[in-house]
T-cell receptor, first 115, second 114 residues
Framework: GENVEQHPSTLSVQEGDSAVIKCTYSDSASNYFPWYKQELGKRPQLIIDIRSNVGEKKDQRIAVTLNKTAKHFSLHITETQPEDSAVYFC??????????????FGTGTRLLVSP | DVKVTQSSRYLVKRTGEKVFLECVQDMDHENMFWYRQDPGLGLRLIYFSYDVKMKEKGDIPEGYSVSREKKERFSLILESASTNQTSMYLCASNRASGRDNEQFFGPGTRLTVL
């Protein structure tokens, strides 16, 4: 089955710096890669996702890149702000366009942005 | 606005008790999921359901069962709770069709088994 590894487990940056979180996956058939953000005491929420037919996707200060050959994908946050402090989870699935997918999550990265 | 609710935020049970965790979604989603979240292990899938009365095992189904009698409700059952089932349990749901794959999570139930 699919296995997703996520690094680093913790990341501390200064406000305004960039943060990068990396994930690798094992199943070459995986084609959907979402990122979820979980603030302290809150539920996980989707912040960005990418499908295997594109290599990069941006949404304001966040971007995700995908390297299918190497089977890894990364989350990039620029101009970090204290409200970016949270746990970030990557995930992978091979669900296709039916919408049904079994997500396999990484172990999470705790990002701390210091003012 | 999608809403996924769980029956309890905190629950304390004793070893050997039968425990029911309930999840309700109000967006007519076909798919529903139960995860447990443990520090350093991320979210691990226990069971999922893609239709009423249909269920599939996830990655860690041992010690758990599920029930989906109505589309909006998905229950997780611990037949005989054990201390190693102390965890945060998260329910999620999403649509079965189209390109909107986002899973919407409930607030979680923190279960402690003594």
């Amino acid at each position: 089955g699919e296995n997703v590894e996520q690094h680093p487990s913790t990341l501390s940056v200064q406000e305004g710096d960039s943060a990068v979180i990396k994930c690798t996956y094992s199943d070459s058939a995986s084609n959907y890669f979402p990122w979820y953000k979980q603030e302290l005491g809150k539920r996980p929420q989707l912040i960005i996702d990418i499908r295997s037919n594109v290599g990069e996707k941006k949404d304001q200060r966040i971007a995700v890149t995908l390297n299918k050959t190497a089977k890894h994908f990364s989350l990039h946050i620029t101009e970090t702000q204290p409200e970016d402090s949270a746990v970030y989870f990557c995930a992978a699935s091979r669900g296709g366009n039916t919408g049904f997918q079994k997500l396999v999550f990484g172990t999470g990265t705790r990002l701390l942005v210091s003012p | 606005d999608v809403k996924v609710t769980q029956s309890s935020r905190y629950l304390v049970k004793r070893t050997g008790e039968k425990v029911f965790l309930e999840c309700v979604q109000d967006m007519d989603h076909e798919n529903m999921f139960w995860y447990r979240q443990d520090p350093g292990l991320g979210l691990r899938l226990i069971y999922f359901s893609y239709d009423v009365k249909m269920k599939e095992k996830g990655d860690i189904p041992e010690g758990y069962s599920v029930s989906r009698e109505k589309k909006e409700r998905f229950s997780l059952i611990l037949e005989s709770a054990s201390t190693n089932q102390t965890s945060m349990y998260l329910c999620a749901s999403n649509r079965a069709s189209g390109r909107d794959n986002e899973q919407f999570f409930g607030p979680g139930t923190r279960l402690t088994v003594l």
